[in-house]
């Protein structure tokens, strides 16, 4: 009898039990390589896109209000948004949360190509796809026509969905450590909205997203004078309670959301204001979750639609990082208000060039550089002060929008510059805390010459790595995108990657992203108001990156690419008002 030759099977690697070990696992395995991709299906499966918009059918709806640009309240000048004191608070009302949710999760414009249309956001989203959803958490406020309770933002409508009647004591004892006419608002990722198109690298992706949703919501706030503090204390089981994440029975067959974060909003008002509505010249970064046990138990309302017919491959990598990264516990740090927050409008002195809202909504990923607009060596050095987080300063008296993140900043930017006028072409770093700088040296080739750039403020530690035309490397890593050669200049988001997890635990791994979301937000807006065009880069040969300045190991990591020059508009799309599809 003859023998039966066994198959071959391919080893299977066991999973780490460590959750530090298994998010590194999977940063590794979704690396993109020269001689192979991260794993996705290969091909746009368009008979099941996801729809790009949440409801919860059976949730009240309530419309706001749709304001012209000229509306109260008036948008501020983007530059003066930055200044401390410089915009005067705007109270809490429908016609100011309307503006607030529409300049941070809302539609810019549609795009249309013959008979096809789709929606642009202000919050931007690798490949369009959006895959952040956002909630309210409002306690009973004059001038806010909303009963106590948990909204979802439904941005196609651009309205709220009541999906829980809160009990109004127990929201305002949930909202009374903070000061007066505190809100929250929490985001969550549909992980299957990205994984459609990019496969097992999704989650990287749509924590990008959540940075930027970050970024957008804190640059919203500011234009109504309000401030923001992400609640980073708070453990993942309270954010998923209390945004209703957790209600299996509310999502059925339709795709399940992550609970991401939550972020306390308030107007920003004068120390001795503050002295007199608040318990303490501190605030929280987390909630009580005992509080939101109760508030969870109260009346639920509506049942997630259904984003997709059929879903095709299911990424199983995704879950076992969501679930290795998830934030168990709770954490106790306060922030301390600063003594004085706005309206002392002498300190500022310029409000000449482009409203905030201008700038906010005229943000687009451009898809395409002319390969000649230069930038001024000014225009670069500002973009750059714009991403300094002053680590040296308390939390919430860093530069806006720094002041959100409750941790020292962990991306550096690896530059490659083309055409910055009065800047040699070549390869740059720029470190965001000086602290680092030794371990980033260290770090990488000891040939390299940090040379500091001549011209450059004191405050900027930018420094002159590599001689020579960075155009053809910033193409080959950027997966030979020529978007990365053919701007002014391109970079790549270095993180403090092993350290920063080994030390504070799994759950650093999307919030390195979120930094980098945040930083890829401020980018685009400075681009815009430098009167270039900014767009995020997903998709890099990561090892290939680190190899350019000789990283070695998992102590840094690149995250995230961008790049900002003169775009080409596609003339074949004609643009649309954003809610040219609502009557009212």
């Known amino acids: ?57 059976g949730a009240d709806l309530v419309l706001l209000p749709l304001l012209k640009p000229d509306d109260e309240p008036v948008s501020p000048p983007y530059r003066k948004i930055y200044e401390r004191g410089a915009v005067a608070a705007t109270p809490v009302t429908m016609t100011a949360l309307s503006r607030f949710l529409e300049c941070s999760l809302g539609l810019s414009a549609w795009k249309q190509a013959g008979d096809m249309q789709w929606a642009l956001r202000n919050n931007p989203s690798s490949g369009n796809l959006h895959p952040t959803e956002g909630y309210l958490l409002l306690p009973q406020m004059d001038g806010v026509d909303l009963k106590a309770g948990l909204y979802h933002y ?81 453990s993942q089981d309270t954010v998923a309670a209390l945004l209703g994440t957790d209600r299996t029975e509310d999502f059925a067959q339709a795709e399940r959301e992550h609970p991401d974060c939550l972020c306390v909003l308030w107007p920003a008002v004068s120390g001795e204001g503050l002295e007199a509505r608040s318990r303490s010249n501190e605030i929280p970064l987390c909630i009580d979750a005992a509080t939101v046990k109760e508030l969870a138990s109260g009346s639920w309302h509506g049942k997630a639609n259904k984003l997709s017919g059929e879903h095709g491959v299911h990424w199983e990598i995704i879950d076992e990082v969501a679930e290795a990264s998830w934030k168990s516990i709770s954490g106790l740090q306060g922030a301390v208000l600063p003594q004085l927050l706005t309206n002392d409008a002498s300190r500022t002195s310029n409000d000449s060039g482009p409203t905030a809202g201008q700038v906010i909504r005229q943000r687009r990923s451009a898809v395409s550089f002319d390969g000649k607009t230069a ?49 040699s072409p070549g390869v740059y770093f720029l470190a965001r805390d000086r602290e680092t700088l030794p371990l980033l040296q260290q770090s990488m080739n000891e040939e390299l010459v940090w040379t500091p750039v001549p011209g450059c403020p004191d405050t900027l530690p930018l420094y002159w790595l590599l001689e020579g035309d960075a155009k053809k490397a910033a193409v080959q890593v950027s997966c030979h995108q020529e978007i990365a050669g053919g701007s002014a200049f391109s970079l790549g988001m270095i993180a403090e990657f092993e350290g920063r997890l080994r030390e504070g635990g799994a759950w650093w791994y999307p919030r390195l992203f979120w930094e980098a979301g945040l930083l890829g937000q401020v980018l685009y807006l400075e681009a815009e108001a430098a009167g270039v065009r900014g767009t995020g880069i997903g998709c890099f ?33 004609m643009t649309l008002p954003p809610y040219h599809h609502l009557s009212r």
């Open 1 to 57: 009898m003859a023998t039966e030759i066994p198959l071959y099977r391919e080893p299977v690697e066991t999973a780490p039990s460590d959750p530090i070990d298994r998010v590194i696992r999977y940063h590794v395995q979704t690396k993109h390589h020269f001689n192979r991709y991260a794993r996705s299906l290969g091909h746009l499966d368009w008979a099941n896109q996801p729809d790009p918009f949440r409801r919860f059918d």
């Open 541 to 573: 040969f990561d090892d290939p990156v680190h190899e350019i300045v000789g990283m070695k190991g998992r102590s840094f990591q690149s995250l995230y690419h961008f790049t900002v020059g003169g775009a080409i508009e596609d003339g074949r799309l």
């Open 375 to 423: 930038v001024s060596s000014g225009a670069f050095f500002q973009i750059l002060s714009r991403v300094m987080p002053s680590s040296e300063l308390p939390q919430l008296e860093r530069p806006m929008p720094w002041d959100v993140l409750p941790w020292e900043p962990a991306i550096h930017l690896l530059l490659f510059v083309h055409r910055v006028d009065g800047l």
């Open 154 to 234: 439904a941005p196609k409508e651009h309205g709220v969905e009541r999906r829980a009647a809160f009990n109004a004591e127990d929201v305002a004892r949930l909202l009374a450590p903070f000061p007066a006419q505190s809100f929250l608002v929490g985001l969550t990722s549909i992980h299957w909205r990205e994984a459609w198109k990019y496969g097992e690298r999704a989650f990287r992706y749509c924590n990008h997203d959540v940075g930027h949703a970050i970024g957008t919501a804190r640059i919203a706030a500011a234009t109504l004078g309000w401030n923001m503090a992400l609640l980073d204390g708070t």
